[in-house]
C-alpha cells in the first residue's frame, strides 16, 4: 500500500517516536470554519507538547496522505467538495484520485497499515436513533483494527445504549479514562458502563499489549469525558437534540449528512456551547492520546 508521509511523521517512523494519528472529517464537516482550522492546528501542537508526532490522515489525488502540510488543511477546512470517506468510498477514491477527509473508519484503516498505533478523535460514529438501522461504519472498523482508539465516547446524537451493546457484541474493549461511566461527547455521563476504568497511559499500553499477545484484532475504545468546565447538561442536550433530530427527518437528511447535520444544529442552537465542548473534548483526547502512544513506545514487551 503507498502512502505519502510529510518529513515529521517519515522521521517518526523511521526513529521509532510515538505517533498519534488525527483525523480529517472532523476539520471538513463536523467543525465550522475558522475554528476548524485552529482546532487541527492546536491538536497537532497538542500532540507536540505531550511528546508524540501528530499524523493528520486524508486522502489527496487518490493519495494516502499521513502527516499533511499547512496547505493540505487549509484544502480541508476551505473546500467545500472535499468527500467525506468511509470504508465503502475507499477504492472509489483511490482509483478516481479524489481528495477527501476520513473518518473513524478510513482514518483507521490507513493509520494502522502505515504502522501506527494510537488516534484521537472527538466522538466515534455509531447506531443511530431513528427507525433506518444506519449504523456507522466506523463500528465493524474498531471491531478489526487493533489500535488504541481515544474518544470521548460515541456522539450524542446517536442511540447510545444500542452502541454499547454493539461494541461489547463485537469484542471491542472499553476503557474510561478516570472515570466510572462510559461518556456522552459532550456531557460526561450516559448511564453506560465502561468494561475498566484506568489511571495512567501505562495501565492502557499494558492492556493493548495484551490484545496482541493474544492476537484479537479489536481495538481498545479509551473513553475520556469532555472537561467539566466545558460540559454541555444532560436535559439542555436532548432538548436541542429533539427539534434537531425532527429537523433532519423533516429535510430528508439521510446517510452521511445525518452527523455534520446534527452537530451544526446542536451548536446553533446552543449558541455555541455544543461548538466549545466539541473543541474542549478533542483537544483533551489529544493530550491523552499522545500520553498513551508515549508508553506504548516505552513498553518493554512492545
Ligand atoms: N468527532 C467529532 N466530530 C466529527 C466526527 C468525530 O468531534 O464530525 C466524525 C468522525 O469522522 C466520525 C464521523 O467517523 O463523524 C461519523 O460519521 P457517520 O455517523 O456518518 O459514520
Ligand atoms: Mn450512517
Redesign the pocket.
Given at each position: 500500500m503507498k502512502f505519502k508521509f510529510n518529513e515529521e511523521v517519515e522521521n517518526a517512523l523511521k526513529t521509532k517516536q510515538p505517533i498519534v494519528a488525527l483525523?480529517?472529517?472532523?476539520i471538513a464537516?463536523?467543525?465550522p470554519h475558522p475554528h476548524n482550522i485552529e482546532t487541527a492546528e492546536n491538536l497537532e501542537n497538542i500532540v507536540r507538547e505531550n511528546g508524540a508526532v501528530p499524523a493528520t490522515i486524508a486522502v489527496f489525488d487518490g493519495k494516502f496522505c499521513v502527516g499533511l502540510d499547512k496547505e493540505q488543511l487549509n484544502i480541508l477546512a476551505t473546500d467545500k467538495n472535499i468527500r467525506?470517506i468511509?470504508r465503502r468510498d475507499l477504492p472509489i477514491a483511490v482509483a478516481q484520485k479524489i481528495n477527501c477527509?476520513?473518518?473513524?473508519?478510513t482514518?483507521m484503516f490507513i493509520a494502522h497499515r502505515a504502522g501506527i498505533k494510537v488516534f484521537a478523535?472527538?466522538?466515534?460514529?455509531?447506531v443511530?436513533r431513528g427507525t433506518l438501522p444506519?449504523i456507522?461504519?466506523?463500528l465493524p472498523e474498531l471491531a478489526n483494527t487493533p489500535m488504541i482508539v481515544v474518544?470521548?465516547g460515541a456522539?450524542i446524537v446517536?442511540d447510545l445504549p444500542s452502541t454499547r451493546e454493539w461494541l461489547e457484541t463485537n469484542g471491542v474493549s472499553i476503557l474510561g479514562w478516570q472515570c466510572d461511566e462510559l461518556p456522552a461527547?459532550y456531557s460526561r455521563s450516559s448511564g453506560l458502563s465502561i468494561d475498566e476504568r484506568v489511571e495512567t497511559a501505562e495501565e492502557v499500553a499494558r492492556i493493548a499489549c495484551a490484545r496482541d499477545y493474544l492476537k484479537m484484532p479489536n481495538a481498545i475504545l479509551l473513553t475520556a469525558p469532555v472537561p467539566p468546565e466545558f460540559e454541555v447538561p444532560r436535559e439542555k442536550l436532548e432538548a436541542i437534540l429533539a427539534s434537531a433530530l425532527s429537523e433532519a427527518e423533516q429535510q430528508k437528511i439521510l446517510?452521511?449528512e445525518?452527523?455534520?447535520f446534527l452537530?451544526a444544529k446542536m451548536s446553533a442552537e446552543s449558541k455555541g456551547e455544543t461548538l466549545k465542548a466539541?473543541i474542549a473534548?478533542?483537544e483533551n483526547n489529544a493530550k491523552i492520546a499522545a500520553q498513551v502512544a508515549v508508553a506504548v513506545g516505552s513498553d518493554s514487551r512492545q
Amino acid at each position: 500500500m503507498k502512502f505519502k508521509f510529510n518529513e515529521e511523521v517519515e522521521n517518526a517512523l523511521k526513529t521509532k517516536q510515538p505517533i498519534v494519528a488525527l483525523e480529517s472529517t472532523v476539520i471538513a464537516h463536523g467543525l465550522p470554519h475558522p475554528h476548524n482550522i485552529e482546532t487541527a492546528e492546536n491538536l497537532e501542537n497538542i500532540v507536540r507538547e505531550n511528546g508524540a508526532v501528530p499524523a493528520t490522515i486524508a486522502v489527496f489525488d487518490g493519495k494516502f496522505c499521513v502527516g499533511l502540510d499547512k496547505e493540505q488543511l487549509n484544502i480541508l477546512a476551505t473546500d467545500k467538495n472535499i468527500r467525506k470517506i468511509s470504508r465503502r468510498d475507499l477504492p472509489i477514491a483511490v482509483a478516481q484520485k479524489i481528495n477527501c477527509a476520513t473518518t473513524v473508519a478510513t482514518t483507521m484503516f490507513i493509520a494502522h497499515r502505515a504502522g501506527i498505533k494510537v488516534f484521537a478523535t472527538g466522538g466515534i460514529g455509531g447506531v443511530h436513533r431513528g427507525t433506518l438501522p444506519d449504523i456507522s461504519a466506523d463500528l465493524p472498523e474498531l471491531a478489526n483494527t487493533p489500535m488504541i482508539v481515544v474518544c470521548a465516547g460515541a456522539k450524542i446524537v446517536l442511540d447510545l445504549p444500542s452502541t454499547r451493546e454493539w461494541l461489547e457484541t463485537n469484542g471491542v474493549s472499553i476503557l474510561g479514562w478516570q472515570c466510572d461511566e462510559l461518556p456522552a461527547f459532550y456531557s460526561r455521563s450516559s448511564g453506560l458502563s465502561i468494561d475498566e476504568r484506568v489511571e495512567t497511559a501505562e495501565e492502557v499500553a499494558r492492556i493493548a499489549c495484551a490484545r496482541d499477545y493474544l492476537k484479537m484484532p479489536n481495538a481498545i475504545l479509551l473513553t475520556a469525558p469532555v472537561p467539566p468546565e466545558f460540559e454541555v447538561p444532560r436535559e439542555k442536550l436532548e432538548a436541542i437534540l429533539a427539534s434537531a433530530l425532527s429537523e433532519a427527518e423533516q429535510q430528508k437528511i439521510l446517510g452521511k449528512e445525518v452527523t455534520p447535520f446534527l452537530l451544526a444544529k446542536m451548536s446553533a442552537e446552543s449558541k455555541g456551547e455544543t461548538l466549545k465542548a466539541n473543541i474542549a473534548l478533542l483537544e483533551n483526547n489529544a493530550k491523552i492520546a499522545a500520553q498513551v502512544a508515549v508508553a506504548v513506545g516505552s513498553d518493554s514487551r512492545q
